[in-house]
Structure formats: structure tokens, C-alpha cells
């Protein structure tokens, strides 16, 4: 158990509807990773939070937005869904926020897209 | 661009007999450098990561690292692999600075027969 939560562990919704997903990090970690992981695309980096502020972007959809809330647990929000948006999101929580920083990840989230 | 390349896909082992996972990364400096685990239905696990130092690494369940600047790689070993190791292995490169944008690599998924 690494420490970070997520919820809901299975998400099935239609397509051109709208998800939250949300993420606890450990406890005393200021910084949050959003990771989508899909059987074309692998592992890809979506958009980091630090301490409530977004500190970088990675291969982030427009359709797709993120925040990290006071008590640093964060949401991702994804919008007018496709298929292709089909995949387990993963968030993960490190306590800095830079390269050196060791990222622990939650169980994921997998989300069906009909 | 920063790369991170798991040459091999698949690989299958005998149970008791050694491992190595390839790991090659294009990186203009010295990057951080993660191997991680990956069991099914699960969140990645972290083994282990070389930030400088020693450039042999030794990680959690037996695993160790070596990174070779000369050679751009980063290959994960374990003298002898246990049933249980059976997982999909993600070897990533952490860069940019203060901004924590790691990359994955496609990961290699290891089969260890009986």
C-alpha cells in the first residue's frame, strides 16, 4: 500500500460525458501527478500539481483539466469523453515537486468509455 | 527530446535463473533515473532509483541497477527470479528541473515459468 487513494477504482460512462476522479496523496506529500495509461499509448505523464499549483503539463487533452484542492488532494476532470479515453488514470504523490522526487502511485482508476 | 527505450517486450525466465531488463534513455545531462513494477490490476511499485552516487543500485525484492553513462542505460538485474517477480517492469527518467516530468518507457512485461 503506497499510501495515495483513489476513487472510484472503476468508472463505465458514455461517451460524451463528464468524470471526476479523484486522488489523496500520502499523507505530507505537497505534490500530485495525473498518468493515463492505455494499451497504445503506455504510460503518459498528464499534468502535475504542487501544493495547489500547476507546476507542469505533459500530454494533457484541452477537454481534460486537473486541480489540486487546500488539503492537496486533487480531481481530474474529463470531459465530452471518447472512446479512445478509455484507460486506467493513475495519480501519484511525491514530496517535492522536482525531478528528484520520488513519485509513489495509487491503485489507478479505470475508466470505460462506451 | 528525452526518451526513455525497454528494448525488449516480453521476456520469459525459468524460475531460479537470473534477469536483466534493458533500459536505454536519451538525456542531455545526468538524469534521475527509476525502475518500477507493475503487477496486474495494480499501481506501479517503486524498486528503485539512482539519483548519483554509486552507480550500482540495489532496490527492494532482490533488484538491483547499474547505470552506465557511456552506454546510456540503466538495466535492471536479479540473480535469481522467484514466481512472485512476474509483472510488467517500467524502467523512467525524471527531468526538468523543478518540474518533476517523468518519462516512461513502454515497459517489459516478464513471464517466469515453473
Known amino acids: 500500500d503506497s499510501g495515495v487513494t483513489q476513487t472510484p477504482k472503476h468508472l463505465i460512462t458514455a461517451t460524451g460525458q463528464r468524470v471526476t476522479l479523484r486522488c489523496s496523496p500520502r499523507?505530507?506529500?505537497?505534490?500530485v501527478y495525473w498518468y493515463q495509461q492505455s494499451l497504445d499509448q503506455g504510460l503518459q505523464f498528464l499534468i502535475q500539481y504542487y501544493n495547489g499549483e500547476e507546476r507542469a503539463k505533459g500530454n494533457i487533452l484541452e477537454r481534460f483539466s486537473a486541480q489540486q484542492f487546500p488539503d492537496l488532494h486533487s480531481e481530474l476532470n474529463l470531459s465530452s469523453l471518447e472512446l479512445g479515453d478509455s484507460a486506467l488514470y493513475f495519480c501519484?504523490?511525491?514530496?517535492?515537486?522536482?525531478?528528484?522526487?520520488?513519485?509513489?502511485f495509487g491503485p489507478g482508476t479505470r475508466l470505460t468509455v462506451l | 527530446a528525452q526518451s526513455v527505450t525497454q528494448p525488449d517486450i516480453h521476456i520469459t525466465v525459468s524460475e531460479g535463473a537470473s534477469l536483466e531488463l534493458r533500459c536505454n534513455y536519451s538525456?542531455?545531462?545526468?538524469?534521475?533515473l527509476f525502475w518500477y513494477v507493475q503487477s496486474p490490476g495494480q499501481g506501479l511499485q517503486l524498486l528503485l532509483k539512482?539519483?548519483?552516487?554509486?552507480?550500482l543500485v540495489q532496490g527492494i525484492k532482490g533488484f538491483e541497477a547499474e547505470f552506465k553513462r557511456s552506454q546510456s542505460s540503466f538495466n535492471l538485474r536479479k540473480p535469481s527470479v522467484h514466481w512472485s517477480d512476474a509483472a510488467e517492469y517500467f524502467c523512467?527518467?525524471?527531468?526538468?528541473?523543478?518540474?518533476?516530468?517523468?518519462?516512461f518507457g513502454a515497459g517489459t512485461r516478464l513471464t517466469v515459468k515453473p
Open positions: 523512467a527518467v525524471g527531468v526538468g528541473g523543478e518540474n518533476n516530468d517523468m518519462r
Open positions: 499523507s505530507g506529500d505537497l505534490s
Open positions: 538525456y542531455g545531462a545526468t538524469p534521475y
Open positions: 539512482y539519483f548519483s552516487g554509486d552507480t
Open positions: 501519484a504523490s511525491s514530496v517535492v515537486g522536482g525531478a528528484s522526487g520520488t513519485q509513489y
